[in-house]
């Protein structure tokens, strides 16, 4: 899952140093194009002075690279499949971005949060021809116990990074407490755009990692876990870390389904679009293990089921979108459009305040 319906290549962002020059990794490694590596410009006209490989708002640049914990956090993403190498994350192909956090201090948050946004942004508003079409961001760290009116501003960015389409998924607590009761950051946060991830094990039952019946979302496998690993090795290893990027991954792999009337959703109303793909992973979890009464959805996440049911649910007929008129001469607008697949279109049009439509077909 690399590509959408309508030819987007699927980012997903990590917020986290990696260590993208792995052999397993490097492949999927999301770089930006239009900005010329290390000349002291911004090529691209997006705020940022050199962003070829990401954003490192400590460091004002783009030194994103490194890493253990993110190294290992990006193979369940996106290790590369179908190479005889290594492991396969939850897309085989994927692009990934990667943007550090200084720390946990609200303003740090939030300047790392606003690259993926910004980048989303622009590729909204320029229909594909800037920035980068980022579908969810992965934060595998928090605060444990950490109230979400402590930090306004940090919850609030997963409400703005959804408005331009992004979801984000965040680990809960590595312990086993009940977030509804004692909290915690950013998985207490109450915005529908962020999905909160906890751990499970190969029963499906979670055991050493946190739970709430109205904050955690999903369970995800991240007990004993084997993926890539710093210096360009492999190796097990387990926590609510490695689950929600799993969740992350999946969500890349979910906008891949060969849908266009989902991707025209998805072009004309970013936030509806994101909404939809949220449901559909909701929908298509499976209730097994102890998830049932400690979680929203009582489920753990299946990646075929929930793409099933995008398919299952797809139309025949996409709409289109980014409607633009251009005036071309005196009394002449040029009207158009963008649709996932070619097709012709009916329009209908009037003058402000007439009464009667008229009709042009076969567009």
């Not at 990696?18 to 194009?33: C, E, K, Q, R, Y």
């Not at 409400?159 to 331009?164: A, F, H, Q, R, Y």
């Not at 799993?246 to 989902?262: D, E, F, H, K, R």
């Not at 996409?318 to 071309?328: D, E, H, I, R």
Request: net charge negative; proline share 4%.
């Amino acid at each position: 899952g690399g590509i959408t319906a309508t030819g987007d290549t699927i980012v997903v962002c990590i917020i986290e140093n990696s260590d993208l020059p792995h052999a397993d990794l490097i492949g999927n490694a999301w770089f930006n194009h239009q900005e010329i590596p290390n000349n002291d410009i911004d090529d691209d006209l997006n705020g940022y002075v050199d962003d070829h490989r990401g954003w490192n708002p400590a460091g004002n640049n783009d030194n994103v690279y490194g890493g253990g914990h993110g190294t290992q956090v990006a193979g369940m993403i996106g290790a590369s499949g179908n190479n005889a190498l290594g492991v396969a994350g939850a897309n085989w192909n994927v692009k990934m971005m990667v943007v550090d956090y200084a720390n946990t201090a609200e303003a740090s948050v939030v300047a790392s949060y606003t690259y993926p946004w910004v980048m989303r942004k622009l590729y909204n508003t320029s229909n594909g021809t800037q920035g980068a079409f980022v579908v969810a961001t992965n934060a595998s760290w928090g605060i444990n116990g950490g109230q979400p009116e402590d930090s306004p501003l940090w919850c609030a960015m997963y409400d703005s990074l959804g408005t331009v389409g992004i979801l984000s998924c965040g680990a809960t607590a590595n312990n086993n407490v009940n977030v509804d009761v004692v909290g915690d950051l950013p998985t207490a946060c109450a915005s529908v755009f962020m999905i909160s991830v906890t751990a499970t094990d190969v029963d499906d039952d979670r055991t050493f990692s946190a739970y709430g019946l109205t904050t955690i979302d999903v369970g995800a496998p991240g007990d004993n876990v084997f993926t890539t690993s710093m210096g360009g090795g492999y190796g097990s290893t387990s926590g609510t870390s490695f689950a929600s990027p799993l969740t992350a991954g999946v969500i890349g792999l979910l906008y891949s389904a060969p849908c266009a009337t989902m991707m025209a959703l998805v072009h004309s109303d970013p936030a509806a679009g994101a909404l939809y793909v949220r449901e559909a992973l909701f929908d298509g979890v499976d209730q097994v293990g102890n998830l049932g009464g400690q979680t929203v959805t009582g489920g753990r996440i299946n990646a075929g089921t929930s793409l099933l049911a995008i398919m299952n649910n797809c139309g025949t007929c996409p709409g289109a979108y980014n409607l633009a008129a251009t005036n071309t001469d005196l009394g002449t607008t040029q009207l158009s459009w963008n649709s996932p697949t070619a097709t012709t279109f009916d329009l209908r049009y009037r003058a402000v305040g007439a009464t009667e439509w008229v009709e042009v077909t076969d567009l």
